[in-house]
């Protein structure tokens, strides 16, 4: 699994600035959860474990672990593909409350 | 709790689109990237002309995605990955595949003749249409691969476009290029399948990928990939490949193939059309449908 939440990198001038496109996820900085106004909690007792979730997650933000998927609400933007798409209605949409 | 089960991926486990880019929610170019990078691998270069994955990839110098990525002007996806990939022959180096990863509008409209030019050319290049079907990144205007009946926001309701969707394929088709296939988001093991087959072809290689958008349909994000596979199953969005030109061999085979008035319905860009306009639609979506078999069989 790739490392997440790298920090920001900063330059202070355009000389320091790469040439080429930082990649390998520099862009992890950008917590893009804050979007979400409904978070999906899946129900490990309905799951079926098919991975469709995983499938059509367009974030990607369900990981496999443990063959579990399990949400990472840091990046999550709650669009709900997941809980439309799962085969056993296991993943419910809640909405977010601070 | 369950008893034991053997969890079972159908896609390659291999994440190359990290989390953090900037695409709206329920995005079905996202899937399109997540889908190709799967199938092609680490070892792949993108050419990316405006469309919405220049935003979606993230402001310079960061990115969302593990391959090097070139940005370069909207008319030039195709000349571009013909430049890299030739860069690279020099370099000694022809395992890498070159993507020109385009929107509709990068395809359809501005990007045509440089396309055309590479195809007729040969180049040793895989062109990847993600087609949402309007200029979705600078606010929804129409392009050529809008379908009729579709509100965009310089085709309002009041004059909405009566002008059928230009078949790309067709076009690509007439070039003879050595495979050019259709795909869509919501089976993306096809996707899959025909993007390693792609891989192993030289030449030019042409992908047309359906990506719904629900900003610009006007459409519910978690409907994204409902209405992409509606699309196939209704024929509106066939899956189909044709290898030199000619040989056209039907991914999915319908058995039943469904009304497009379902899937019209839940689009917010086809609200105003009446019954007898989606008759229209319906009328020709069977005849391309048609059209497609017999080409299928001959």
Redesign the interface.
Known sequence: ??E?KAKK?V?NSAEE??I?????????????GA?RNIRPEVD??KCL???IC???C????ID?VD?WPVV?Y??C?????C???CPAKCIVMVEERK | ??KE???????P?E?L???????C????A??AM?YMLKALGQKTALCIPACCWAVI??P??????????YHCAFETAASTATGVKAGLEMTGDSETAVVAWAGDGGTFDIGLQALSGAAERNEDIIYVCYDNEAYMNTGIQRSSATPYGAWTTTTPVKHFKTRPKKDIVAIMAAHRIPYIATASISH?EDFVKKMRKAKDIKGTRFFHVYAPC?TGWKS???????LARMAVQNAYFPLYEIEDGDKVTLNLKLKDKKPVNDYIRIQGRFRHLTEAQVASIQAEVDARWERLLKNCAA
């Open positions: 699994m790739r997440k990198i330059f600035m790469p080429m496109i930082a990649s390998v996820g520099s862009q992890t900085h950008n917590l893009t979007w490990r007792t474990q098919c991975g995983w499938k059509f367009p974030e990607p933000s496999i063959e990472d840091d990046y933007k709650g669009c709900g593909i809980a439309e798409e | 709790m369950k089960k053997k969890m079972t991926l159908t896609l486990a994440e689109m990290a989390c953090g880019h900037l695409a929610q329920g995005c079905g996202t899937l997540r990839d993230g310079y110098p960061y990115s969302s995605l593990d391959v090097p990525i993306p629900p519910r994000p978690e409907d994204t990939v409902k």
